[in-house]
């Protein structure tokens, strides 16, 4: 199976910060990675696909980057609605497998 | 308007079965591969059972695999999983979802496992 090791698993930034977070695979997922945003109480919400396509609806002010077994989630300019846990998913091979997630809280 | 509706969860004891069921509108759900996806209290996500558009595909986690059973009904837009055999571990908010492009999630429904 493939691993996903996500981090930070928690990070505390202020509104306007420039925020990455890392995913980083066990072995080679070409660019099958997504992105996925979770608010509290809400069900995950799809922000990149494919390492780096933006989601329909999705602010440019998120982008994605990466590609073999080291990828990146950036959140340009962080604005108060970012408040949430971000989850990456391989999806290259079965199982599928999500990282462990990262806990993005204001400053 | 696209929604994913699930339901069958509740409080059920080690070693007994339950059955979800994910009801969809608003979209050709034919057209989907469609997933379950957990999450513990408190915890990540885990991916349990895709299954293929028209059913003859399936694959499960080795967490699940030969406890748990996807299935679909495309003329009744419907997913199912039949979960056997339950442990503790399951216990968890269980959503359906395309987990694809098109991205489309319900609103998730409790199992508790638990004597």
């Known amino acids: 199976d493939i691993q996903m090791t996500q981090s930070p698993s928690f990070l505390s930034a202020s509104v306007g910060d420039r925020v990455t977070i890392n995913c980083k695979a066990s072995?080679?997922?070409?660019?099958?990675l997504n992105w996925y945003q979770q608010k509290l109480g809400e069900a995950p919400k799809l922000l990149i696909y494919?390492?780096?396509s933006l989601q329909t609806g999705i602010p440019s002010r998120f982008s994605g980057s990466g590609s073999g077994t080291d990828f990146t989630l950036t959140i340009s300019s962080l604005q108060p609605e970012d408040v949430a846990t971000y989850f990456c998913l391989q999806h290259n091979s079965w199982p599928r497998t999500f990282g462990g997630g990262t806990k993005l809280e204001l400053k | 308007e696209v929604q994913l509706v699930e339901s069958g969860g509740g409080l059920v004891q080690p070693g007994r079965s339950l059955k979800l069921s994910c009801a969809a509108s608003g979209f050709t759900f034919s057209n989907y591969y469609m997933a379950w996806v957990r999450q513990a209290p408190k915890k990540g996500l885990e991916w349990v059972a895709t299954i293929s558009t028209s059913g003859s595909r399936t694959y499960y986690p080795d967490s699940v695999k030969g406890r748990f059973t996807i299935s679909r009904d495309n003329a009744k837009s419907s997913l199912y999983l039949q979960m056997n055999s339950l442990k503790s571990e399951d216990t968890a908010t269980y959503y359906c979802?395309?987990?694809?492009?098109?991205?489309?999630w319900g609103q998730g429904v409790m199992v508790t496992v638990s004597s």
């Open positions: 072995q080679n997922i070409n660019r099958y």
């Open positions: 494919n390492a780096n």
């Open positions: 979802a395309t987990l694809n492009t098109v991205d489309y």
